[in-house]
Structure formats: structure tokens, C-alpha cells
């Protein structure tokens, strides 16, 4: 066990004198910070007088401390401090605390010691040097608490939101919620859906957080259950990024879909995200990360009648209206083998013909049905349509 410093004592008729001078140190101390500090002139008048209470607390509290030097320090000087440190977060950050800390001692060291009887003045100086150590210590554990505190009531808000996506909720309480997590971005969402780590504490969300803001404008992370999802906005580089945080999702696929709209908006890509992160498992060579539309098929088994009306809508009725006989060559393509010349002779047409209006299904489609995962979209596509 460390052995505590040794007490500084000081004379009675040195504590008489630094009792009978609080006032006129906390006077000086309060003009040495209008001079050095040049962003103490930018507060509030309010706020001004908070950091002078802070300042005569200190001070006082070294008269205290020098009186009863027997308690551990940094519980002593949290219990003088009082309210002072929430004052002090209220109007200043931690890295300004800290240059308030400095000069307060500072000043007292430049006019303390003067008050002195001169054998005790470099007792004084000693004493002024540890007290304040144990008061810059005590405002940076303050600080710190309330960041981790800050930190999970954030992480409370970002899970709000995910939910109210989730349950579809009414746009103005998504966009509300949004709001309260300072989500920036007025269009452009991306949902990503994937297991969570064993360990998905608030340190491993803060860590995530930090990641995803390098490619993109928001981010918001939150664990339900098993799954880890991301909302993320603004992304320049989606595919990239998400390369690039891939190792924080546990095993399993990694789903994403996109709206490009607002986020209140954003409940159908949520949606698609989970639907294809249910049925990833059913294509076996799905790359990770995937997308949710490149899922279609799995989702449509499934039971997602989104995917089931999107490949109706964008294959089945799109080939029936473009005429030309697409639907009923690729028909006969996918479902006769995948054989251009079995096809020619089941339509009776040449092969050229069947590979040009295979063509045509890909351009008008965006599927191509001489590759073989795109020709089973077009296959579940043509049979959902038939259904």
C-alpha cells in the first residue's frame, strides 16, 4: 500500500494570515484570469461569477485542507468542490478547466507567498503545488464520469430512434428523435444489419461510433439482441466504409439497404436490411457485406411481400410491357437450361436472335440472365409474376 505524502505544516500565525487574505486573493485571483485567459472575457456575466465562486471555494478549501491533512486528498477536495464542477461543465470544456486550475495557482503562487512569514513561505509554495494537483485530478475524474454518463444516456437516444424506425412510427416522432441525437443529414439514410460481438458494451458502441464518422456525415449505432444495426448518413463511401468496419460484427451476414430520402422516411430500407439479415442464409456464397436488394429471391421465400412486389414490378410486368417476346425468351432461357440453341428451337427463332433479346432483358431489367445469380432473380421474378 502507498504510504501517504508527508503533512505540510505550517505556523498558526501563517493560517491566521491566509484566513484573514481569502478575500483579497480571491479579488486578484479574479483579475490574473481577466488577463491571461482570453476567452474569460466571452462568458456570461453569470457565468463569470460561477467561476469566481469556484475560484474562492478553491482557495478556501486550501486553508481546510492545510487544517486536516489526515483524510485522503481527493475525497476531501471533492467534498469542498460541492456544485462547482457542474458549474464549471455548464460554461467551460475540460481542456479550458484545466487552464483555469493553472492559472488560479498561478496567481496564488505569485501573491501567496509574500503574506508569509518567511520561514514559511516555501511550506506554503509546497502546499499550494500538491493541493492543486489534487483539485486539477478531482475535476478531471468529474469530467470524466459525466462524459461516460453523457455517453450512455446518447446511447439510450440512438436506441430510441432505431426502434421508432423499426415500428414504423409516425414521421414527426422519427424525425424528432432524430433530432435529439443531432442527426444532421436532410436526405440520404443507409440501414446496416448484422450480428453483434460477444462484448457490445458502451466503449465497443463509442469505438464503432468513432468509425463510421470517418465515412459518414451521421452515425448511429444500437444493439438489439443478437443484431448490431447502424443508421448512417451522408456516406461518401459506403462500400468502402463499411469494408472497413466489418471486423467489429460478430460471424454471419452483413445486410444494408439504402433510402434516399430523410431518415423519417427510412422505415422501408430498415425493413429490407432486416428481411434480407433473416434471409441471407439461404444463398450460401452471399458476399459480406451484401445488399438487401441483392437478396430478393431469399427475401421473397421468406415471405417479404416488398421483395416479392419489387421483383414483380421491376422484372415481370417491366418484360410484359416491353414486348418483343422478352418475357417469353428469357422464360424459355432460365427455365430450358440455360441453353441458347434449345431456346432457338423452342421459340423457333435463331440464336442470334435469342442472345439479342437477351440482351434487351438485361438493359431494360438490369439483370443479366446469362449470369447465373441473376438469372435466378429473373426465374423467382417470372414466377412470382405467374403467381
Given at each position: 500500500m502507498t504510504a501517504l505524502p508527508a503533512p505540510v505544516a505550517i505556523s498558526d500565525e501563517a493560517l491566521r494570515t491566509l484566513r484573514s487574505s481569502l478575500s483579497r486573493l480571491t479579488t486578484t485571483v479574479g483579475e490574473h484570469l481577466e488577463e491571461e485567459l482570453s476567452w474569460y472575457a466571452t462568458l456570461s456575466t453569470e457565468e463569470r461569477a460561477s467561476l469566481r465562486l469556484i475560484a474562492q471555494r478553491g482557495i478556501s478549501g486550501l486553508v481546510s485542507w492545510l487544517e486536516n491533512q489526515d483524510a485522503r486528498s481527493l475525497p476531501l477536495v471533492n467534498e469542498l468542490l460541492g456544485p462547482a464542477p457542474t458549474d464549471l461543465m455548464r460554461s467551460i470544456s475540460l481542456q479550458r478547466a484545466l487552464q483555469l486550475i493553472r492559472t488560479i495557482v498561478d496567481a496564488v503562487e505569485q501573491r501567496l507567498p509574500a503574506l508569509m512569514p518567511p520561514a514559511d513561505q516555501p511550506l506554503v509554495l509546497e502546499a499550494v503545488l500538491r493541493y492543486s494537483r489534487e483539485v486539477a485530478f478531482a475535476i478531471a475524474d468529474v469530467y470524466a464520469r459525466a462524459a461516460e454518463s453523457r455517453g450512455a444516456w446518447d446511447s439510450r437516444l440512438e436506441a430510441l430512434l432505431v426502434d421508432a424506425l423499426l415500428r414504423d412510427e409516425p414521421a414527426e416522432q422519427i424525425s424528432s428523435r432524430a433530432a435529439a441525437v443531432g442527426w444532421q443529414s436532410p436526405a440520404?439514410?443507409?440501414?446496416?444489419?448484422?450480428?453483434?460481438?460477444?462484448?457490445?458494451?458502451?466503449?465497443?458502441?463509442?469505438?464503432?461510433?468513432?468509425?463510421?464518422?470517418?465515412?459518414?456525415?451521421?452515425a448511429v449505432v444500437g444493439v438489439q439482441g443478437q443484431r448490431l444495426i447502424l443508421l448512417l448518413g451522408g456516406t461518401a463511401d459506403l462500400a468502402g466504409g463499411l469494408d472497413r468496419i466489418e471486423s467489429h460484427f460478430g460471424e454471419g451476414p452483413i445486410v444494408h439497404a439504402h433510402h434516399d430520402g430523410a431518415i423519417a422516411e427510412a422505415a422501408g430500407a430498415a425493413t429490407s436490411a432486416f428481411s434480407g439479415y433473416s434471409a441471407a442464409p439461404?444463398?450460401?456464397?452471399?458476399?459480406?457485406?451484401?445488399?438487401?436488394?441483392?437478396?430478393?429471391?431469399?427475401?421473397?421465400?421468406?415471405?417479404?411481400?416488398?421483395?416479392?412486389?419489387?421483383?414483380?414490378?421491376?422484372?415481370?410486368?417491366?418484360?410484359?410491357?416491353a414486348g418483343h417476346s422478352l418475357l417469353e425468351t428469357v422464360q424459355a432461357y432460365v427455365e430450358g437450361g440455360h441453353s441458347l440453341e434449345a431456346t432457338a428451337r423452342e421459340l423457333y427463332v435463331h440464336t442470334n436472335t435469342v442472345r439479342y433479346r437477351l440482351k434487351r432483358v438485361t438493359e431494360v431489367t438490369g439483370w443479366d440472365p446469362m449470369e447465373p445469380r441473376d438469372a435466378y432473380v429473373l426465374q423467382t421474378a417470372l414466377a412470382l409474376g405467374r403467381l
Open positions: 440520404g439514410v443507409s440501414v446496416v444489419v448484422g450480428e453483434a460481438p460477444l462484448e457490445a458494451d458502451t466503449v465497443f458502441i463509442s469505438n464503432l461510433r468513432r468509425q463510421c464518422i470517418r465515412f459518414a456525415v451521421d439461404a444463398w450460401s456464397q452471399a458476399p459480406r457485406p451484401v445488399a438487401a436488394e441483392d437478396l430478393l429471391p431469399e427475401r421473397a421465400l421468406a415471405g417479404d411481400a416488398a421483395a416479392k412486389d419489387t421483383l414483380v414490378t421491376r422484372i415481370h410486368r417491366v418484360l410484359a410491357g
